[in-house]
């Protein structure tokens, strides 16, 4: 069973960037499909992006295309996700997800087993 604990999370200005971690103990990664979720205050919970297992196909909300990417380093546990351009909408806890399948999915958070405690991202001048 894979142990998730999310890092980077901070206060930044509009414009800013924020690399966020995802460090994995327990088990490897590399069997896992891994999302990045985000929870605003009083919203749902809303995927993000994710990366599949194996070929490492990335998928992107609509609102963060352009802006964030994700990647995986198996060599050291961790998926990260770059955010650049960030702006107040982005403002939010972030989670990393995870799910002992080949092909990840933004459709629902339901889909992933394992979940960390997140980090808070806040964009505010």
């Known amino acids: 069973q894979v142990q998730l604990v999310e890092s980077g999370g901070a206060l930044v200005q509009p414009g800013g960037s924020l690399r966020l971690s995802c460090a994995a103990s327990?088990?490897?990664?590399?069997?896992?499909?891994i999302g990045w979720f985000r929870q605003a205050p009083g919203k749902e919970r809303e995927g993000v992006s994710c990366i599949s297992r194996s070929d490492g196909s990335t998928y992107y909300a609509d609102s963060v295309k352009g802006r964030f990417t994700i990647s995986r380093d198996n060599a050291k546990n961790t998926v990260y996700l770059q955010m650049n351009s960030l702006n107040a909408e982005d403002t939010a806890v972030y989670y990393c997800?995870?799910?002992?399948?080949?092909?990840?999915?933004?459709?629902?958070?339901?889909?992933?087993?394992?979940w960390g405690q997140g980090t808070p991202v806040t964009v505010s001048s």
């Open positions: 997800a995870g799910e002992a399948v080949e092909r990840c999915t933004l459709v629902s958070p339901y889909r992933y087993d394992y």
């Open positions: 327990g088990s490897s990664l590399e069997y896992y499909a």
